[in-house]
């Protein structure tokens, strides 16, 4: 079955400390993954996506198809990256459907 | 320019009643999707469009669910004889299909449905 699992439902840190949400995924195909955020009042927005390998606001995950995470990194956190993280999946050819992660609030303590 | 938009952004209903829900995607974007997310969940995919076809509608929760899409534009998620379990947000995202694959999805703010 196809499935995103985020363990953590909160993670608190201090300012300034590395940070890591967590995510494993199952799925059948060639998976293509997500990360998206909340940020308090605003919409969902894409963070950033494996196929870009890009960098956003500091932050970068690496697809381990061994171990089937796509965890979410940063080494410095800030207070202004609190916030709910989601991780998602869609297939790398076939954006029928996208499965999502139940969440991490990321709590950043001053 | 206007991102996605969703109306109402809050509905109150009795259960047995049926609602619909409006998506105005961004104008352009040939890809739309609706999402529902309970209380303490993450999204629940519920249907995908591309263009005004829905190609799988397989995630719709039951047969009380169907959705359509007009002029590849507006979408209406329609929820008949609503029940205690459907109070949910119910979020819709449109996006651009490029030659590579899928381009962003930019979420709207949601619909709030309270069924009492």
């Known amino acids: 079955a196809q499935r995103v699992t985020q363990p953590e439902k909160l993670l608190s840190v201090f300012k300034g400390a590395p940070v890591e949400l967590k995510c494993n995924y199952s799925y059948s195909g060639s998976p293509e993954l997500f990360w998206y955020v909340q940020y308090s009042r605003q919409r969902l927005q894409l963070l950033l996506r494996h196929i870009s390998r890009e960098s956003i606001k500091g932050f970068t995950a690496d697809l381990n198809k061994g171990e089937t995470s796509f965890h979410l990194k940063k080494p410095f956190a800030q207070e202004e990256d609190s916030a709910m993280y989601y991780c998602a999946l869609s297939g790398l050819a076939n954006f029928n459907k996208f499965y999502f992660g139940s969440g991490t609030k990321l709590n950043v303590k001053p | 320019g206007a991102g996605v938009s969703q109306s109402p952004s809050n509905k109150v209903t009795e259960k047995g009643k049926d609602v619909e829900l409006r998506c105005d995607p961004i104008?352009?974007?040939?890809?739309l999707y609706w999402y529902r997310q309970s209380l303490g969940q993450g999204l629940e995919f519920l249907i995908y469009?591309?263009?005004?076809?829905?190609?799988?509608k397989s995630g719709l929760p039951s047969d009380r669910f169907s959705a359509e899409r007009t002029g590849g534009s507006v979408s209406t998620l329609t929820i008949q004889r609503t029940q205690q379990e459907d109070s949910a947000v119910y979020l819709c995202?449109?996006?651009?299909?490029?030659?590579?694959?899928?381009?962003?999805?930019?979420f709207g703010p949601g619909t709030r449905l309270t069924v009492l």
């Open positions: 469009f591309q263009g005004n076809s829905a190609p799988d």
């Open positions: 104008s352009g974007h040939t890809a």
């Open positions: 995202a449109s996006s651009l299909l490029l030659a590579g694959g899928l381009d962003t999805q930019y």
